[in-house]
């Protein structure tokens, strides 16, 4: 156990040693400004210490971007948890799934605490829901939706009833009914 640590030491100052000595040649410094991996030496006079704070600073940079910044790395583990929860309720309520950035938004909501039937009532009561009973009553009554109507449906949607169910009891109401004869 101890050998291989120590061998695996050995190699790594060996590779180090290595690469910082084909740094100083004019040639090893062409072939850094090319890779993609490594910083570009700006002159030939730059020290080999330079270069590794130079490269350092680009890792922890780099590292640091990715972690905070990364939404999808930082929504992974929510996205995955409730991902079929809230597209279910945007299913049922704007017929339709859910886009990444409701995804990522009610993911947040639920891990603060939010309930489900609180995101269900919110999608109920938003202006894409408005516009989705509005259209079914153009549909089916050829008119659009009036404040009472609008309050029905909307809290019916928010108590656990589906778009679709809204559809089908509006083309079974009277004013429906006497439309068609």
């Given at each position: 156990m101890r050998l291989a640590l120590v061998a695996k030491a050995v190699l790594a100052t060996t590779i180090a040693l290595t690469y910082f000595s084909l740094a100083e040649s004019?040639?090893?410094q062409e072939i850094v400004k090319k890779e993609k991996n490594f910083l570009s030496l700006h002159d030939y006079k730059s020290s080999n210490s330079e270069l590794r704070n130079k490269q350092r600073y680009d890792y922890d940079r780099d590292r640091y971007d990715r972690d905070r910044y990364d939404r999808d790395w930082y929504d992974r583990g929510s996205r995955s948890q409730y991902y079929d929860e809230i597209n279910r309720?945007?299913?049922q309520v704007l017929g339709r799934n859910a886009d990444s950035e409701g995804i990522r938004t009610w993911s947040r909501q639920l891990q603060r605490g939010r309930s489900m039937s609180d995101i269900r009532r919110?999608?109920?009561y938003s202006?894409?829901?408005?516009?989705?009973?509005n259209d079914i009553y153009r549909r089916?009554?050829?008119r659009n939706v009036d404040r009472n109507g609008l309050r029905t449906w909307q809290s019916e949607l928010a108590r656990g009833k589906s778009l679709r169910e809204v559809e089908r009891s509006i083309a079974r109401s009277p004013e429906a009914r006497n439309r068609r004869d």
């Open positions: 004019v040639n090893a309720l945007y299913r919110e999608l109920a202006r894409e829901a408005e516009a989705r009973i089916v009554l050829g």
